[in-house]
């Protein structure tokens, strides 16, 4: 066995391995330079048993040999370095839903017992004048899980490639407009919140919204600039790390809202005159059925057919 033979073998699968990776990721947790070294040892060893057993067989059958040696050695070094071709494929698919209304006897019944929020959204669903005043607390909800989706939507990107790098890479094109989405919804969510705040509110709902303010208005601020730094960079694992502390800091808001919305809607029920509670409860008590049309009818724009 020739030592320098090895190392000039090792150093060929190592070239073989950068070609290749100019087109593919590898998905091993090997390093390349250790599969390199094992594949030139056992080139080496490959040439020497070619050399041993000329004696034994023909020069055509040996070399035969050697080529389905080396070949089989080939597929165990790509199946140690385990390449993999990334790609987005975009399509558009066209999705037809067929809505059943259930019309059986128990949706001609009302509700009972609904709680302050259920009154005034059924309100706001037949577009009563008496809660045009109601403290948006749902509204910047929906604009916050809209910014938490936005941001797990990316990193599950990010995370479909072999490597942190290879998502980054593969995604690159796409990360200015999803930061640009996120700043637009995120001034939104400020700008609604600020809105809300100069309404009647009890004490906790007003400290969670100035809460909400804060974090949108500083760290998740802050993260976007730095993402956007980091993206010019092409730093991918600092890039990551600012779209986890913007989720980080949606989270609590949003475990908040519920309790929040809860609270302010009662207060804003509590405060409406006896005519204007008769009003909304009048909506609110109208048959499920009503209330299923109605919700398809804002929702879908739906066609109706018995």
């Not at 699968?13 to 390349?32: D, H, K, R, Y």
């Not at 999705?95 to 929020?117: C, G, H, K, N, Y």
């Not at 009563?128 to 989706?149: G, N, Y």
């Not at 949003?254 to 204007?276: G, H, K, V």
């Amino acid at each position: 066995m020739s030592f320098a033979g090895g190392l000039v073998a090792a150093l060929g699968i190592w070239l073989a391995l950068q070609a290749v990776g100019c087109f593919c990721s590898f998905a091993t947790s090997w390093p390349l330079w250790v599969i390199a070294l094992l594949g030139g040892v056992a080139v080496e060893v490959l040439v020497s048993l070619y050399r041993f057993e000329r004696d034994l067989v023909n020069r055509s059958r040996g070399r035969w040999l050697l080529g389905l040696r080396l070949a089989a050695l080939a597929v165990l070094l790509l199946i140690l370095a385990q390449p993999v071709r990334s790609f987005f494929q975009t399509r558009e698919i066209e999705r037809e839903i067929a809505i059943v209304i259930d019309e059986s006897e128990s949706m001609q019944l009302s509700d009972q017992r609904l709680t302050p929020t259920e009154i005034l959204e059924r309100g706001e669903l037949f577009e009563l004048e008496v809660v045009a005043d109601r403290p948006r607390l749902s509204a910047i909800q929906q604009i916050l899980r809209e910014l938490d989706a936005l941001t797990q939507t990316e990193l599950e990107a990010l995370a479909t490639a072999p490597t942190l790098a290879d998502g980054f890479a593969n995604r690159a094109s796409q990360l200015p407009v999803y930061l640009d989405q996120v700043e637009a919804t995120t001034a939104q969510a400020i700008g609604q919140i600020e809105e809300t705040l100069s309404l009647r509110l009890p004490t906790n709902p007003k400290n969670r919204l100035n809460d909400a303010k804060r974090r949108l208005g500083d760290p998740v601020t802050r993260s976007l600039s730095v993402a956007r730094n980091s993206l010019e960079e092409e730093n991918a694992d600092a890039f990551a790390e600012q779209l986890e502390g913007i989720q980080g800091e949606l989270r609590p808001i949003l475990d908040a809202f519920p309790r929040a919305i809860a609270e302010a809607d009662e207060t804003f029920y509590n405060y409406l005159t006896d005519a204007e509670k008769e009003e909304l409860n009048a909506a609110a008590g109208r048959p499920r059925i009503e209330i299923a049309r109605e919700i398809l009818n804002h929702s879908t724009g739906y066609d109706e057919t018995p």
